[in-house]
């Protein structure tokens, strides 16, 4: 099993940046796809991005396409989401995911979950 710790949530003016890391443990990082979700008050755990064993294997939920960034590194058994032209509506907190299936923005399965950072989006 692997165990996974987000950091770099925060709170944010509409329009500004944040990075999220996901640092996990073990030596079989790389066998990993790795996703984040967030959650909002009273919502469901929605996928934002995932991404398989390269960096060229992305993939992006819709309302995010185009501001926010996955990428991993491999040596440091790290994932991070760049989350750029932040918006209210993605005021949630944000969960990394770990699964040895491949990874689509339709979902991931077999998940390891990390305890969640919050993010907060002010307007």
Request: hydrophobic share 35%; glycine share 10%; net charge positive.
């Amino acid at each position: 099993q692997v165990q996974l710790v987000e950091s770099g949530g925060g709170l944010v003016q509409a329009g500004g940046s944040l990075r999220l890391s996901c640092a996990a443990s073990g030596r079989s990082f790389s066998s990993y796809a790795m996703g984040w979700f967030r959650q909002a008050p009273g919502k469901g755990r929605d996928i934002v991005a995932v991404i398989n064993w390269s960096d060229d294997d992305t993939d992006y939920a819709d309302s995010v396409k185009g501001r926010f960034t996955i990428s991993r590194d491999n040596a440091k058994n790290t994932v991070y989401l760049q989350m750029n032209s932040l918006k209210p509506e993605d005021t949630a907190v944000y969960y990394c995911a770990a699964s040895l299936s491949p990874a689509t923005k339709r979902g991931m399965r077999n998940v390891y979950w990390g305890q969640g950072t919050q993010v907060t989006v002010s307007s």
